[in-house]
């Protein structure tokens, strides 16, 4: 059974840090393209930064840019999102997903496998 679970969410004041997890069972995180993504309440879903399974480069929304970046571990079969500096406008439900090939890897239509979520929320 694929599965991808995050943790790591929680309250934290502005200029906090927080370091998101994300594991997965039943496929490996090998080889794959990875995406953290975010949806505040009343928003869309959006891409936060992906790791790219062609060259194992990142891409950021500019909104992230400097402050979150992503690593995986593939021994352990994890996925990770470390927020630094976090905002309140930062305050969303993040998500990990998971695609066998993106072009595109910020955005969500690339992804075949996505975790429930985790949420995160920066007060002022």
């Known amino acids: 059974q694929v599965e991808l679970v995050e943790s790591g969410g929680g309250l934290v004041q502005a200029g906090g840090s927080l370091r998101l997890s994300c594991a997965a069972s039943g496929f490996t995180l090998d080889r794959k393209t990875i995406g953290w993504f975010r949806q505040a309440p009343g928003k869309e879903r959006q891409g936060v930064l992906c790791l790219s399974n062609a060259d194992g480069s990142t891409l950021s929304a500019n909104s992230v840019k400097g402050r979150f970046t992503v690593s995986r571990d593939t021994a352990k079969n994890m996925v990770y999102l470390q927020m630094n500096d976090l905002r309140p406008e930062d305050t969303a439900l993040y998500y990990c997903?998971?695609?066998?090939?993106?072009?595109?890897?910020?955005?969500?239509?690339?992804?075949?496998?996505w975790g429930q979520g985790t949420q995160v929320t920066v007060s002022s």
């Open positions: 997903a998971v695609a066998t090939v993106a072009n595109l890897c910020l955005l969500t239509y690339e992804y075949e496998y």
